[in-house]
């Protein structure tokens, strides 16, 4: 899964960027390419099942985030980084869009002044700008080609579709498209059908206070559009990383962090791209394995490896707040906990799987 981080000039998309992959790029650098790293999501169930089996190896699951080069007014039609921007984003399954709701005589806004729900428009106008531009091309070539093919046939009306919405400044992503239909139109990789997840940037007295400007007017909008949305003060966050754990334990409660910015990331990220999570453990590894939900046991199997899926024959399953609950593996057997489940069973989030198989 490769994210990517977008967002205007100076709003903290490479601070943020560094706080989730532990990473050292240097901010308001002016780079013009884009940057990857690994990201380890925190887990506390995870953190739970290592002090409980101490494992040579504990592996969190792990997300692949880009940062892109930054937008302006205009990238649509090639302006600025413009080309860069859009190329960046098309590789990419999924986006955060970082939004500055703080005001910094020493970083001035890109804008001249701090409007979030502004912010989020000029980024939003030049994806959908870009789609618009792509699938009016698009539905000129096939009406003015002579052989209509059957396939163009059945792509007109989903492509006509796409562009009514976009007409209407809504994203492709909210149109409720049939299996078929995706498949059709999966190669034009559309900005607007990528979910996003929207992260404002606060300051340390804005999170504590959970004001900003134009704050009901932006939550409202986000409300409205479905859009999930997280509060984080990146820098600040940064900050309290460098600390040992007695003294960022008391630095958050000062500043009323609740948890750290990430997490609340991940959560987002996970819903919004129907991810869960399930668990092996041992004692040479715990880990985090990512799927989508509703995924069957043999191909929750085939992220550990394919050999694994194809001779599936059971899959041994507890449920974590089983195991926590009774502290251990051979109490939730004992206590009638540990299933044998087969192919048919949609794996839940916090599983936790001993695979059979045969090969």
């Known amino acids: 899964m490769k994210i990517g981080i977008i967002g205007l000039p100076m709003v903290g998309k490479t601070t943020l960027f560094n706080l989730l992959t532990n990473s050292n790029v240097e901010p308001h650098s002016g780079k013009i390419e884009a940057v990857t790293a690994i990201g380890s999501i925190p887990d506390e169930r995870i953190d739970y099942l290592s002090s409980l089996y101490n494992p040579k190896k504990t592996t969190y699951a792990r997300i692949e985030f880009v940062d892109i080069p930054a937008l302006v007014k205009g990238a649509s039609k090639g302006e600025g980084s413009g080309n860069s921007f859009l190329n960046e984003v098309r590789n990419v399954d999924a986006l955060i869009h970082v939004i500055r709701t703080f005001d910094d005589p020493a970083l001035p806004h890109v804008e001249g002044d701090i409007n979030p729900l502004r912010d989020f428009a000029t980024i939003n106008d030049e994806l959908l700008f870009s789609d618009l531009a792509v699938i009016e091309k698009r539905i000129e070539k096939i009406q003015s080609s002579q052989k209509t ?211």
């Not at 191909?299 to 609950?325: C, M, N, Q, S």
């Open 149 to 359: 093919m059957k396939q163009h046939g059945h792509e007109l009306p989903i492509l006509e579709k796409c562009r009514e919405v976009l007409e209407e400044e809504g994203n492709i992503a909210q149109l409720d498209l049939t299996e078929d239909e995706a498949t059709l139109i999966r190669g034009y990789a559309f900005f607007t059908q990528k979910p996003l997840i929207v992260v404002l940037n606060l300051s340390d007295d804005q999170l504590k206070n959970d004001q900003y400007p134009e704050k009901d007017e932006f939550e409202a909008h986000m409300l409205e559009k479905e859009i999930p949305f997280a509060k984080v003060s990146a820098a600040i966050e940064m900050e309290i990383n460098q600390l040992d754990e007695e003294d960022k334990e008391m630095f958050m409660e000062e500043l009323c962090i609740t948890e750290p910015g990430i997490n609340k990331i991940a959560r987002a990220t996970y819903k919004r791209l129907g991810l869960i999570s399930f668990f092996t453990v041992g004692e040479d590894e715990v880990r985090a394995w990512t799927i989508k939900s509703d995924s069957p046991a043999p191909k929750a199997a085939r992220a550990i490896h394919t050999d694994i899926e194809r001779g599936f024959i059971r899959a041994e399953v507890v449920a974590y707040p089983a195991l926590r609950e009774h502290g251990s593996m051979k109490a939730c057997k004992e206590a009638g906990l540990v299933r044998l489940e087969g192919k048919e069973y949609l794996v839940q989030d916090g599983d936790i799987i001993n695979f059979r198989f045969n090969v």
